[in-house]
């Protein structure tokens, strides 16, 4: 098996430099991936520099992963970080124009720092690698490496989604970024809806031969093939964290303190994307709709900040706190507070036992690449008492997690009426097709894992001729 380097922009770099390391879904699918193949994960150490020198900071793991990092210039941080790629791509990405900056100096930032990943990275390559890159930050990165020279095969992951062309072409100079995404030669995405947008906008706007079926986009006789990975989460690792004292401690400190009422939880970072205004305009709804149900359920929404140097992810904080406080000052007694608003992270074992005493889970971004939240949550459930998952048909999770409409209960998040009489639903839902939908969910979840997400992206990226 040949050895692996993963670059993305952020590294799971161990504590030793006081860095926080990566947050989400991504970090702990690339140490799994890098403790299966072993090799080096290159990226962002999260630090600044006043001046770029490129050198790189190693760190090895006691689990075998070597991570090597550079620091960035604050401009680069400002153009690339903030700017290009989670004040342009990520809100267009998601489908939200009406947030998308197109800010000239962004884009000269992401096409710098692009060039300071490829330079710095191409030293750690060696002949027989498999370079895997990753998500939005990095579209261009195959492009800069190859005009460095680099002959090795590199693969491309999305995490994102990825947007329909009429969204797309606002993006200035979009043919020149695809262009250069072509140079990959392996692109995977997270689900079927988002490929096709891909496969749909290399047809339309730059006039290549795409094969819907097996992926091959043919641009003036250059090839990529292109195709749908879903995400997994790491299912043996988080299931292990069910039996630990901490797991434990959590389930009981959320049981005892929600007495006998039905605890529903949300867990997200802290972005517009997630939907959490319209949830709890949905939340909101059902107490209206059913005030005999006020003291039935409490709802803990755990939503740790992000990303807080950019002005939209202020103004949804800011809306939250608004929106929370309201339906607190609606709906609470002197006893019972049904909004529980928490700007805090806590460890995957908490998070196991807070998802096990939680007997409804709301996945429901307005638009979501995959979502392992809602893999995590199903994860967690006693199969002998499961929770229902409440989950967006906007989330690239849905296409997996429907299960011929006998798994999770799909909503509209931008319907509050739809959120409502779901709830209300899973509130009422017979211990039995609790079950049944649980058997179904937890096939999905163990059988489509994280390892096989991996050894599917790189068994086909080894296929590949070069
Ligand atoms: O899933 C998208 C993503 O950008 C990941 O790459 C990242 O791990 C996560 O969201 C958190 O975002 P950030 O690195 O900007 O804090």
């Not at 990753?134 to 990165?141: A, T, V």
């Not at 999305?158 to 692109?187: G, K, Q």
């Not at 998802?355 to 949550?377: C, F, H, W």
Request: glycine share 8%; aromatic share 10%.
């Amino acid at each position: 098996m040949p050895r692996l380097v993963v670059i993305s922009n952020r590294v799971a770099v161990p504590k030793a430099r006081g860095v926080a390391g990566a947050q989400g879904g991504l970090a702990g699918a690339l140490n799994a991936a890098l403790k299966a193949n072993g090799g080096i994960w290159f990226g962002w150490s999260g630090q600044e520099t006043s001046d770029f020198t490129g050198s790189i900071n190693y760190v090895r793991s006691a689990d075998g992963v070597t991570t090597a990092t550079i620091d960035l210039e604050p401009q680069d941080v400002e153009e690339y970080y903030n700017g290009y790629a989670n004040s342009t791509l990520w809100p267009l990405f998601h489908y939200r124009i009406d947030l998308t900056k197109f800010e000239r100096e962004f884009g000269k930032g992401y096409e710098r720092v692009n060039e300071r990943f490829a330079d710095s990275a191409l030293p750690l390559i060696e002949k027989e690698d498999q370079v895997w890159v990753h998500d939005y930050h990095l579209l261009p990165l195959a492009e800069r490496l190859r005009s460095l020279g680099l002959t090795n095969k590199i693969g491309f992951f999305l995490h994102t989604p990825w947007p329909p062309t009429n969204l797309f072409v606002s993006l200035p100079y979009h043919e020149r970024l695809v262009r250069a995404m072509l140079h990959y030669d392996l692109l995977g995405f997270q689900c079927d809806a988002w490929l096709e947008s891909f496969l749909h906008y290399c047809w339309k706007e730059l006039g290549a031969t795409v094969d819907y079926q097996t992926g091959e986009i043919d641009l003036d006789g250059k090839k990529t093939i292109a195709r749908a990975y879903p995400i997994g989460i790491d299912y043996e690792f988080f299931s292990s964290k069910i039996d630990t004292p901490e797991a434990d401690a959590a389930q009981q400190r959320l049981i005892a303190s929600t007495r006998n009422r039905t605890a529903m939880i949300g867990v997200d970072r802290l972005d517009y994307s997630k939907g959490l205004p319209e949830r709890l305009d949905g939340i909101s709804r059902f107490f209206d709709r059913h005030p005999s149900r006020v003291r039935d359920l409490v709802y803990i929404q755990i939503a740790p900040p992000s990303r807080e140097d950019i002005g939209s992810y202020q103004d949804i904080r800011a809306t939250l706190e608004q929106k929370a406080g309201q339906i607190n000052g609606a709906q609470s007694d002197v006893d019972l507070v049904p909004v529980r608003y928490v700007n805090r992270g806590y460890s995957q074992e908490e998070l196991v036992g807070f998802y096990r005493a939680s007997k409804i889970g709301l996945v429901t971004p307005l638009r979501d690449g995959m979502n392992l939240v809602a893999k995590e949550y199903i994860a967690a459930q006693d199969p002998e008492d499961p929770g229902v998952l409440i989950l967006s048909r906007f989330a690239g999770a849905a296409q997996q997690m429907d299960c011929g409409g006998e798994g999770a209960l799909l909503i509209n998040p931008h319907s509050a009426d739809d959120l409502a009489h779901n709830i209300n639903l899973a509130l009422d839902m017979p211990l039995a097709e609790r079950k049944t939908r649980y058997e179904k969910l937890i096939a999905t979840v163990r059988d489509e894992n994280v390892q096989r997400w991996t050894e599917n992206f790189i068994a086909d990226l080894s296929e590949i001729a070069r």
